[in-house]
Each structure stands twice: as C-alpha cells, then as structure tokens.
C-alpha cells in the first residue's frame, strides 16, 4: 500500500526537521518546502495527501497559498503558525484550511491530527457511486453509464476514471496517477 505523502511548507528548518521525524516515525512519505513559490510547485509536481502550511513564508505568504489553491483542490490543509489571534485562525479556516495548530506545538498532536483528517476524508472518499450531469460510476459494480446507456471499459480505464472523478477538483502529476492505480511506486 502506498504511503500518505505530506508537504511540510515551512520557513523554519528546525520544525521541518522535527516534523519529517515524527511522520517518518508513522510511516508518511515527507517532503519539504521553505518558501511559498517553492511549496507550490512541489504541490504541483507532487500532488501530496495532505499539507502542513506555515502562514508566514518568503516569497508567497501561506495565506496566498490557501487563496490559490483552494477553488481548484481537494488537499487538506493544516496551517501550522505562531499567528494565534482569533481573527488569524478565522482568516485562515474561511481560505480554507482544514485545520490550524499555533506554534508552539506538539509535533504528536500534528501528527494525530494530520492522522484524523486523513481518515475522515478517506472514510468520504469511500463512496460507491458517483453522480455528474448524464454520467454514472458505480465502484462496486464496476459500472460506467453515460445518458442511461452503459459503457464498456478495460479495468485501469475505469480504474483511472473513478480516482479522477472521485476527486474532482485535484490536479494530479503523471506520477501520482501512475501510483495510485497502477501501483507503481516512486
């Protein structure tokens, strides 16, 4: 099974490195930005579970981050920052992060929380049928029917249909397709 991977985006080396030990711990694939630009390219080319975003960066402050990748992404967001007033959490939860930890912190509970998230998102993700305009998959029954008419695939063109349609507003790289359904391991 593959690894959950994380983007840590964070300016501080020294809480990257403690989280990327933590998570390697659990077993999480970690990469690591330290600065806006950089942590949404990785975001791009990665295509990551899950992000752990500080809100104070260089070059692309966190909140700019959430602004853009929100309308077009399903990746939940944790905002991990030292900006612990109420309307700084609000600002950031309304963006669109999932969570938001105020540093200090303890890399366990980001850890369990990041653990959470993911599951109740995947527990969602395990529905059996989707529905769009004229267009049915049905997961169990390995299914596709387009204006009433069922259509015939092979099984990794439904495979890859379902994991596109499931996730509607994910951009995902050829890598991170290639992992999820045919299983190949980069």
Same mark, same amino acid.
């Given at each position: ?5 994380? @983007? ?8 990257? *490195? ?12 970690? &990469?690591?930005a330290?600065?806006?630009?950089d ?12 992000i752990i975003?500080?809100?104070?960066? /260089? ?5 700019d981050?959430c ?22 959490r ?9 969570? #938001?930890?105020?540093?200090?912190? %303890? ?10 998230? @993911? ?10 049928? @989707? ?17 009433g008419?069922?259509? %015939?695939?092979?099984? *990794? ?6 994991? @596109?349609?499931? %996730? /509607?507003?994910?951009? &995902?790289?050829?890598? *991170? ?8 391991? #980069?």
């Open positions: 099974m593959a690894k959950d991977r994380i @983007l840590i985006i964070d300016d501080d080396q020294q809480i990257c *490195k403690i989280l990327r030990d933590y998570f390697n711990y659990e077993e999480f694939e970690v &990469f690591v330290h600065d806006g630009q942590g949404l390219e990785k975001i791009k080319e990665l295509a990551p579970d899950i975003l500080d809100l104070m960066l /260089p070059e692309k402050n966190g909140l981050i602004r853009e990748l929100k309308p077009h992404n399903q990746i939940p967001i944790i905002i991990l920052s030292a900006k612990n007033r109420e309307n700084d609000i600002k950031g939860l309304e963006l669109g992060a999932d969570d #938001y930890v105020t540093k200090p912190f %303890s890399p366990r509970e980001v850890v369990l929380r990041t653990k959470n998230l @993911l599951r109740r998102i995947n527990r969602e993700d395990n529905k059996e049928e @989707l529905e769009f305009a004229g267009l049915i998959i049905n997961r169990e029954q390995r299914m596709v029917k387009v204006k008419e069922e259509i %015939s695939l092979a099984p *990794k063109e439904f495979d890859l249909l379902w994991q @596109l349609a499931s %996730s /509607p507003k994910t951009v &995902f790289s050829r890598e *991170k397709l290639l992992e999820l359904v045919w299983d190949f391991d #980069y």
